[in-house]
């Protein structure tokens, strides 16, 4: 009975080697490093403020034009606050330094510019006028011809505005085709030879 509580050798358990081990421990570690990279991702988005909201140009001079209009009592208030709304679109939509500029100033350096047209240069040069004359002259305008001024306004913001004008957007119209060119019958009885 001796004999049968003797069991037979086991066969070697195989160790792994070191490399092994330093593969296991760089692959340990690589997880680690990209799980808590990705925790503070993940807190950071959480903690940013959302992106603040782009609004056009063109809407914001709207929106300027329309609030102006709750100053159409008092005519230098109102030109003040409708030709600022102009210039800062002309500013932020063209490029042009409208805002720091006197309005002699401004309408020279708009000729040098082509992003208007020439009917456009002609009404935003009479508007700045006429707004430097109720701002500087003491001009005092009734209230039609204040609207009427807003309205000016409107227009050009309107109409310079890819978004609210599809004309602009389009690009200049090409040009015609040229007619197919046609052999005279004098010309074309000469180029045949007589039999």
């Avoid at 070191?18 to 903690?47: D, I, K, N, P």
């Avoid at 006429?130 to 305008?141: H, I, M, N, S, T």
Wanted: hydrophobic content about 45%.
């Amino acid at each position: 009975m001796a004999a049968a509580d003797i069991r037979d050798a086991r066969p070697p358990v195989p160790i792994p080697n070191l490399w092994t081990w330093l593969l296991g421990a760089v692959l340990l570690g690589a997880l680690a490093a990209a799980a808590f990279h990705a925790w503070r991702r993940y807190r950071r988005e959480r903690q940013r403020p959302p992106p603040a909201l782009v609004i056009p140009p063109y809407r914001r001079a709207l929106e300027r034009l329309r609030a102006a209009l709750d100053l159409v009592h008092d005519p230098e208030r109102f030109c003040v606050a409708v030709s600022a709304a102009v210039r800062w679109y002309l500013e932020e939509r063209f490029q042009l330094r409208a805002p720091e500029r006197t309005t002699e100033e401004f309408l020279v350096e708009l000729q040098q510019h082509e992003q208007l047209s020439d009917r456009q240069r002609t009404l935003l040069g009479d508007f700045l006028t006429r707004c430097d004359l109720v701002k500087f002259a003491r001009y005092e305008p009734a209230e039609p011809e204040l609207r009427e001024l807003h309205g000016a306004a409107t227009r050009l913001v309107e109409e310079t505005e890819p978004l609210l004008n599809p004309a602009l957007s389009a690009g200049p119209p090409a040009p015609p085709a040229a007619p197919p060119t046609t052999v005279a019958p004098a010309a074309a009885s000469a180029a045949t030879p007589s039999p």
